[in-house]
């Protein structure tokens, strides 16, 4: 593989994890909204319009790629973004109630060492004996030391004493974080819906799909399967907590919150996928790390712009700085050019 290709490849990964570490801001801004609200939105766009949107321009005779490809690899790619569905839902639980740095950090932590590790360990298991599989690991290290120590530093924001506010702050954040574990033992189905539906995306090329949009015939069944549990989730919040409201007292803000959600994330993914084509037998290892671990920064960054360290302990500030040096180490190590 070439240095110039695997320098593209590794800055398509990179923006995609921008992109993804991202996604949570607009609930930043959200003032009149409920966290429903703009999740709803972003899923009926994101999950389903777009997607499907995409393979009617991208993928040729897509009914005939459905029909050919057979049942086995539609229900991986389905059964897998039910799994996804369920890790997107607690993550943006999580985002709410621990904050982006935190909640990234945590979820992210599972998801990129499992993501990355278990495709190699099913589909390669002599791989990580090699040279590159050692950096894979090593690469896993740096990565939950990274979201260890940015988690650490987020537990420094909660509220000391025992007043009853400090003991709700702990108890919520506590709570969070073990939602936040959830998510991260889902989120990585997303991955291996990439890989073992992978028939889907040849089939695709072999109708006259490009490499580059093949994959959307793949992502558009496994964003089905994640919209379902979503959707019915928040239709039970808005009705539980009364905030359907909502949608005609800021219809603007949560139109463009929801949308924007939905289209980062959603380009994210499609982003990622690209890169880890381009990346070969590596994409779906090296390539997931590569991309959760500058998902991590990113969202760290995000965090700290938008206030969520004001007011933070000099210790867990130094903390998250660290945090955010072993995860940047991580993304050097688990380079398939390292």
């Known amino acids: 593989m070439k240095t110039s290709h695997i320098a593209v490849a590794l800055a398509t990964l990179i923006f995609s994890g921008i992109l993804n570490g991202s996604s949570a801001v607009p609930l930043k801004f ?3 909204s409920e966290w429903e609200n703009l999740w709803l939105i972003q899923s009926i766009l994101g999950m389903i319009i777009l997607p499907w949107i995409l393979v009617a321009l991208t993928i040729p005779r897509a009914a005939e790629v459905y029909r050919t490809v057979g049942m086995a690899p539609l229900a ?3 059964g897998f973004g039910v799994g996804w569905g369920i890790g997107t839902l607690l993550y943006i639980i999580g985002v709410v109630m621990v904050g982006m740095s935190v909640s990234f950090a ?3 932590s599972l998801t990129a060492t499992l993501g990355s590790l278990l495709p190699v360990l099913v589909l390669q298991p002599q791989e990580i004996h090699s040279h590159r599989g050692h950096l894979l690991l090593t690469s896993v290290v740096f990565t939950v030391v990274g979201v260890i120590l940015c988690a650490s530093a987020g537990a420094g924001r909660v509220g000391e004493g025992v007043s009853p506010k400090a003991s709700r702050d702990k108890s919520r954040f506590w709570g969070g974080v073990l939602i936040c574990i959830l998510s991260g033992v889902f989120s990585p189905m997303l991955n291996f819906a990439f890989v073992f539906g992978d028939r889907l995306t040849l089939v695709a090329r072999d109708y006259g799909a490009s490499s580059f949009w093949a994959p959307n015939a793949l992502w558009a069944v496994a964003f089905t399967g994640a919209f379902g549990f979503n959707a ?5 919040h808005l009705g539980a907590r009364k905030s359907w409201s909502r949608f005609l007292e800021a219809p603007v803000e949560n139109l463009v ?7 980062l994330l959603l380009t994210s993914i499609l982003i990622y996928g690209v890169g880890a084509e381009m990346l070969g037998r590596w994409g779906t290892s090296a390539g997931w790390a590569i991309n959760m671990c500058t998902t991590i920064f990113a969202a760290n960054v ?11 302990p000099l210790s867990s500030r130094v ?3 660290l945090g955010l040096v072993a995860t940047s180490v991580a993304i050097v190590l688990a380079s398939p050019s390292a």
């Open 30 to 32: 959200a003032k009149r």
């Open 76 to 78: 991986a790619a389905g």
């Open 106 to 108: 945590i979820i992210l």
């Open 232 to 236: 019915y989730y928040c239709l039970y």
């Open 257 to 263: 919150g929801g949308s924007t959600m939905g289209v």
């Open 302 to 312: 995000w965090g700290l712009a938008t206030g969520e360290w004001r007011g933070a």
């Open 319 to 321: 903390e998250l700085g």
